[in-house]
């Protein structure tokens, strides 16, 4: 949702109330048609601009790495099997499949991993050779189902912000109409009325709050102090682009080990935090709403002997 629609919609409700309240201005008969109007249009613009919270559903990176970790062991294992029978058409698909599985993005994963989970099935007794058992295929296939579910909820949310930002549109259009009308009757009262036309225009501008932002800082694990030029990469679980899951920040930390993300960015974020020499870390970030988050990853140096 634009932030941009919410301090318009806070000033738009201010002028509504302040219309409403002014016994003055309510006697004039054109006041008394088009204030109701604008308490409904105001209603609507609240209801669509209002916050929008992020439920803790599951995470996506959970059932990811469970695909990529059997389906690649799966994979490995039907391919020496189709090598050892002489099948080189199940060689080379088996091995298209879990080098796709890798590398692809979340949808095009799942069909990898299917094509590996249903060449799994046909080839249990031969798997059994490799300590490979039904219950080893039956829960790479749950985790195929629950990342199909994932991926359709988030497309699914993501269809749906886009129908509320229309509609978001299309209110504030409207509402902005009734503020050009309420100026240009103001302007009609300026001269008798001097003082209702200034608190008016004291109601009518539009105030931005502050930005809010929250912080990610990246320490070393022993000592807590910043860790300078740390790479962070933060994802969104819940939103994608081109297919692939939408990195909205990826950037170097300075001296101080932190990066903000603004808290207009509501959503469930997967940040991973990396730098030579030290081993990798990820956490889970939650901006539901505009109360500023400190999230703290620390990063263990590597013992190279």
Same mark, same amino acid.
């Given at each position: 949702?634009?932030?941009?629609?919410?301090?318009?919609?806070?000033?738009?409700?201010?002028?509504?109330?302040?219309?409403?309240?002014?016994?003055?201005?309510?006697?004039?008969?054109?006041?008394?048609?088009?204030?109701?109007?604008?308490?409904?249009?105001?209603?609507?613009?609240?209801?669509?601009?209002? =916050?929008?919270? *992020?439920? @803790? %559903?599951?995470?996506?990176? &959970?059932? !990811?790495?469970?695909? #990529?970790? $059997?389906?690649?062991?799966?994979?490995?294992?039907?391919?020496?099997?189709?090598?050892?029978?002489?099948?080189?058409?199940?060689?080379?698909?088996?091995?298209?499949?879990?080098?796709?599985?890798?590398?692809?993005?979340?949808?095009?994963?799942?069909?990898?991993?299917?094509?590996?989970?249903?060449?799994?099935?046909?080839?249990?007794?031969?798997?059994?050779?490799?300590?490979?058992?039904?219950?080893? =295929?039956?829960? *790479?296939? @749950? %985790?195929?189902?629950?990342? &199909?579910? !994932?991926?359709?909820? #988030?497309? $699914?949310?993501?269809?749906?912000?886009?129908?509320?930002?229309?509609?978001?549109?299309?209110?504030?259009?409207?509402?902005?109409?009734?503020?050009?009308?309420?100026?240009?009757?103001?302007?009609?009262?300026?001269?008798?009325?001097?003082?209702?036309?200034?608190?008016?225009?004291?109601?009518?501008?539009?105030?931005?709050?502050?930005?809010?932002?929250?912080?990610?800082?990246?320490?070393?694990?022993?000592?807590?102090?910043?860790?300078?030029?740390?790479?962070?990469? &933060?994802?969104?679980?819940?939103?994608?682009?081109?297919?692939?899951?939408?990195?909205?920040?990826?950037?170097?930390?300075?001296?101080?080990?932190?990066?903000?993300?603004?808290?207009?960015?509501?959503?469930?974020?997967?940040?991973?935090?990396?730098?030579?020499?030290?081993?990798?870390?990820?956490?889970?970030?939650?901006?539901?709403?505009?109360?500023?988050?400190?999230?703290?990853?620390?990063?263990?140096?590597?013992?190279?002997?």
């Amino acid at each position: 949702m634009k932030t941009a629609y919410l301090p318009f919609s806070r000033m738009y409700l201010q002028v509504h109330s302040f219309l409403n309240n002014s016994s003055t201005l309510m006697d004039f008969p054109i006041m008394k048609t088009m204030v109701p109007k604008m308490e409904v249009h105001g209603s609507t613009l609240e209801k669509l601009v209002g =916050v929008v919270t *992020f439920s @803790a %559903a599951d995470d996506p990176q &959970v059932y !990811i790495d469970i695909v #990529n970790t $059997k389906g690649y062991q799966l994979g490995k294992c039907l391919e020496d099997i189709a090598t050892q029978k002489g099948d080189t058409a199940m060689v080379k698909r088996i091995h298209l499949s879990y080098s796709d599985l890798i590398r692809k993005s979340t949808s095009n994963k799942i069909q990898s991993a299917s094509s590996i989970l249903n060449e799994a099935k046909a080839c249990l007794t031969d798997l059994a050779n490799y300590k490979v058992d039904k219950a080893d =295929v039956d829960s *790479f296939e @749950a %985790a195929i189902v629950k990342l &199909v579910e !994932i991926n359709t909820n #988030n497309a $699914k949310q993501a269809a749906e912000r886009r129908i509320k930002q229309l509609q978001a549109a299309d209110a504030v259009k409207v509402c902005k109409e009734d503020l050009q009308r309420c100026d240009s009757f103001i302007e009609t009262v300026r001269l008798k009325h001097p003082d209702i036309y200034k608190a008016y225009y004291e109601q009518r501008k539009e105030k931005d709050n502050p930005a809010i932002y929250s912080r990610i800082r990246v320490v070393d694990a022993d000592t807590k102090q910043p860790v300078l030029n740390a790479l962070v990469t &933060v994802i969104s679980t819940t939103r994608t682009k081109n297919g692939e899951r939408l990195v909205v920040l990826k950037r170097r930390t300075g001296k101080t080990g932190e990066l903000r993300i603004s808290n207009a960015e509501k959503d469930i974020f997967m940040v991973t935090a990396e730098k030579l020499g030290c081993t990798e870390n990820s956490s889970k970030l939650v901006i539901a709403d505009s109360r500023p988050v400190v999230l703290e990853i620390s990063l263990k140096k590597l013992n190279i002997n």
